[in-house]
Every structure is written in C-alpha cells, then in structure tokens.
C-alpha cells in the first residue's frame, strides 16, 4: 500500500470545505483509492448524503465508512462546534475487505456474506449509533461472528442526527469495514485514567447499584480509596473519580471506565453506569490532564515501538468526546501528542460517544489505529 492521501478544512459551507480537502489530497491519479474514509461535524450532518456523493464523484472511489461527530479530527488539527470535513483514501489489495452495515435482525445473512472458508474477515473499523439499548452486547456479537474479530472505531456523536457511512448514509446498529489478514495494522488504547486504589470485589449489588465492596459498605471503601480530602467533599468526585472495571483476562491490565452517576450516604450506596454483579472487580479511578497525557504517551511510545521503524501509511484515532479540548487543551493538544512522537502521517477521525476496542465499549479512551 501506498502512503494514503487526506485532506481536513473547516468553513462556513460544505462545498468549500469539501472542495479545499479534495485541492489538499492532490493528484489522485497517481495512487488510485480503493477505499475512502469520512467524519464530518454534526453541524454538517443534515448535508452528509451531498457530500459523501461528492467525494464519490471526485475520486472515483465507490466504497466509503466514516460518522458524523460533535468533533472531529485529522493532523495535528481537531475541530469542534464548526462546519468541518476530514476525508482520507487508500488503496488495499482487491478482496482484502469488504463494507458492511448491520442491526440485530440480520446477523445470520452478516455472518453468510462476511464469513466463509474463503472470507475471514480478521479486523474492522466500525461506527455504532449510541442510541442502540444493547451496543455493548451487539459489539460483542458482531466479533464472535467473526470467529473473535478485533474491532475498533466508536459510537456516532451527536445534537440531532447519529449518521454513519457504509457506502451509503445509514444510521441505526453497527456499520463498517472487514480486513483479512493481507492488511497489516497496529492499534493501541488509552484509557485517560489512573487508579487511585488496589482491586476489590462486588460482594452485593442490585443492577448497577453498589451495596458492599470486599464484605463492607460501599461507600466506606470508596472514601478510604480517594483518600481524607475528598471523602470530606464528595460533591468534588464528579467528572474526577470514576468507576474502572478490570476485563477478565487482559494481559495489559486493560479496564472499563464507567461514570460514577449517585451516592447514597445515608446508606452508604454508589450507583455506577453500568449494570454489575456479585463477584465484579472494581476499582476506583482518577482522570485529570496529567493522568491523561502520561497514559497517551505510554500508548504511543508501545505503538512507535510496534512499527520497528516502518512508517504508517495513514492512521485513524477515535477519541472520546471527554477527551481532547475538555482533557488535553484548546489547540488540538491531543492529536498533537501522537504527530510529536510518531512523526507526520495521513490521519482522520472524531470524537466518540463511546470507543470500541476489541470485543468492548469503553469510555473517556483514545483509540489509533495504523495501516502499515
């Protein structure tokens, strides 16, 4: 694969912007796409069908994913509450993946068209509409469908309308694109968190109610985690403590972040956002700037050390809608950081409402994904 082309702008009316990404991207001729990658802002979303046609039209490229985000991203540029477009093509080996747009009544003819002896689909970049109830449970799915496919992208972030693309403008489920193994890629997560105390266990809980951690009252351990000064200020964990469910089995002490939603001090009860049960692993988690940029870092240095010394030919990032300017800064800190370490490559992407990393939904995570 050849070094893939990308364009990003930002102006008051789509035909602009779409016309100064397509002006960025060059001659196309000379490395013909087989495969293009979209995000617009949401302020755009209504005008979504126009502009992927567009591109379609002007680049000759016929299969197209991407999503609608609150922001969106490229080089060393993220772009939030403006009309914006990040487009970016690439040319794969013929047969080597194929598009897809899937809800729950279809997964029988998904897995017939995607998965057969002469189709393994290995790896996708998908985008799911938030408001699916049963996400989580529909990614896990999707992957199982795929004899345990790892997938990656994010959840559609939105004011009005969660579109995505697969080929076409489309909305509801989970949309994307399968690779088989002749296409080689590099991804890493960062979770933004650092823990504040050791592992515990659920020993009693109603849904996503916490009743006792490790056979005491809940909200005992949690103020003896975050430690005096907090405990006396509990109005002050909002948005600064969060809950982290360790994932059974991760070898790189992978957790889910959930948001911290009540406390019952006459009870001494947490409610979390997430449905757990007894026996549960939990632990509590901080997120501020720091925590943030050291995790990314980390997660930038593992992925630089995977590329032994090859240069990406383009890369995607989903972020979290928590991240960027409200974690890292105003002026695109965040995508930055990952053109500081791994030098200038073609990238695209946005800002989810919820990132998807293997087999899980995570949240307040970034997500880069290279092609190699």
Known sequence: MESFKFGHASASDWEQAAETCLIQMGDLMSSPANLG???????????????????????????????????ICSHAQEYFNVPAIAVMLGHFPEESFSVFSTTDENFDTFSRTHQSDNTQALFAIVHGDPRHKQMADFILEVSTRLSEGFLVGGL??????????????????????????????STRLAQGCSPVGPRHYITESSNNIIIRIDERPALDVFKEDIGKDLAKNLEKVAGYIFVGLPITGSDTGDYLVRNLIGIDPDHKLLAIGETVGTGTSIMFTRRDPKSAREDLLKMLNDIKASLKG??????????????????????????????????????????ANGEIFYQRLYGYSGILTLFL
Not at 313 to 333: D, Q, V, W
């Open 37 to 71: 990658f979209l995000y617009t802002t949401d302020l755009l979303a209504d005008n979504l069908p126009d502009i992927l046609d567009y591109f379609k039209q002007k680049t000759q490229v016929s299969h197209w994913v991407g999503s609608v985000g609150i922001g």
């Open 156 to 185: 559609s972030s939105s004011r009005h309308q969660f579109l995505q693309i697969a080929d076409d403008v489309v909305e509801d489920g989970l949309s994307g694109v399968l690779f088989d193994s002749s296409v080689p890629v």
């Open 310 to 351: 090859r240069t990406p030919k383009g890369g995607l990032y989903h972020s979290c809608l928590g991240r960027g300017k409200n974690l890292f800064g105003k002026n695109s800190e965040e995508v930055k950081m990952i053109q500081e370490v791994l030098g200038d490559f073609p990238m695209v992407g946005f800002f």
